[in-house]
């Protein structure tokens, strides 16, 4: 059995409370008996992409865990690598893939610099097609853009466009359990190229769905409501399943 912690948005530098809700999500991880194969984080590390975001971001996504961080649209590649990643400067797609003893981890770049919506461009493709071709172990997809509406109006707008290269690259690959996204600040899951797409809820704010009056960015953002983290469990018989747990943080 393999499990996953995944959250997402953290956006240090957004509001005062930013770095305090980060900090709560993975101190309960730490608390818990259960070594996890991976803490996943699904982008928008930094708010406003700078160098001291990236530091104070840094020092709290530590854990007794391994932490995998993807960047978001928030994020900014140069900085992310520099400071994140202890790599040189790169305007370049921040593809990354690790390796555990029970599953592989795709992080790719969804990100389009000065952009809010995503793309997977085409050398993105092609090294996780090349990860897909070489994997002996189940392959998680990861990155920040939902390649699928979710009918939230902000978000649905924003989302991953022209996801046609990675829903036919997917299906023909049959070893990826699930694709696992935030950005959209709230916990969904549905279905893309046949598998799970399970949506890390926003550690930093959640956001409102339609009917709860969230019809546009400026009446949905909540940052009030408690961060949450998803939990992926994949079973020795290939089956996906998430829960949910909500953070409690110091008011």
Known sequence: MIVIAHLSDIHIGATPQSAGRADAV????????????????????????????????????????????????????????????GERPSSGPINQVHRSAKAIYAMCDSSIPGEDAGHLDEETIAWLEGVLESADLPVFVAFHHPPALLHSPP??????????????????????????????????????????????????????LPWEGGTSFDNCVDYDLPPSVAFHVLDGEGRVTTHYRVVVTAR
């Open 155 to 208: 978000i649905d707008g924003i989302r991953l466009h022209r996801p046609e290269p990675l829903e036919e690259l997917l299906a023909a690959h049959p070893n990826v359990p699930a694709v696992l996204v935030g950005h959209a600040h709230m916990a969904a899951a549905t279905t893309f190229a046949g598998r799970p797409l399970l949506v890390a809820p926003g550690v930093v704010s959640t956001l409102k």
């Open 26 to 85: 993975l101190r309960y991880l730490d608390s818990l008996p259960y070594d996890f194969d991976v803490v996943l984080v699904t982008g928008d590390i930094a708010d406003h992409g700078l160098p001291g975001e990236y530091e104070e971001a840094g020092k709290l996504l530590t854990s007794r865990h391994p932490v995998l961080v993807g960047p978001g649209n928030h994020d900014r590649r140069e900085e992310f690598r520099r400071v994140l990643l």
